[in-house]
């Protein structure tokens, strides 16, 4: 089964951090950019941070720039979203998603059909 998975949401204080995986099984990441998306309730969804297939590319949206760090494990078929200094705001539900195009800035507002694989996302809640 060809499928995206992300686990390591959770609920977290103001300030702190949580580390997301997007883990794939059936193919391989290697050819693949990596986007990043959340979705708060009542809201569209947003694209949060990308990286192109080697990892040598990597874009964030303002919102979340020196807070998010986004990296790439091909070896282990895996992404990651490291995120730290979490606000209220980045509550949402993240998803993870694989596309085969380059990482820009631009690939975060692409129509979601465009990207070929989506996971079921991972609830993150910040609050005290």
């Known amino acids: 089964q060809l499928q995206l998975v992300e686990s390591g949401g959770g609920l977290v204080q103001p300030g702190g951090s949580l580390r997301l995986s997007c883990a794939a099984s059936?193919?391989?990441?290697?050819?693949?950019?990596i986007g990043w998306f959340r979705q708060a309730p009542g809201k569209e969804r947003e694209g949060v941070s990308c990286?192109?297939?080697?990892?040598?590319?990597?874009n964030y949206v303002d919102s979340v720039k020196g807070r998010f760090t986004i990296s790439r494990d091909n070896a282990k078929n895996t992404v990651f979203l490291h995120m730290n200094s979490l606000k209220p705001e980045d509550t949402a539900a993240y998803y993870c998603?694989?596309?085969?195009?380059?990482?820009?800035?631009?690939?975060?507002?692409?129509?979601?059909?465009?990207?070929?694989?989506w996971g079921q996302g991972t609830q993150v809640t910040v609050s005290s």
């Open positions: 998603a694989a596309i085969h195009e380059g990482c820009s800035i631009a690939t975060l507002s692409v129509p979601d059909g465009l990207y070929d694989y």
């Open positions: 059936g193919f391989t990441l290697d050819y693949l950019a």
């Open positions: 990286i192109g297939s080697s990892g040598g590319s990597t």
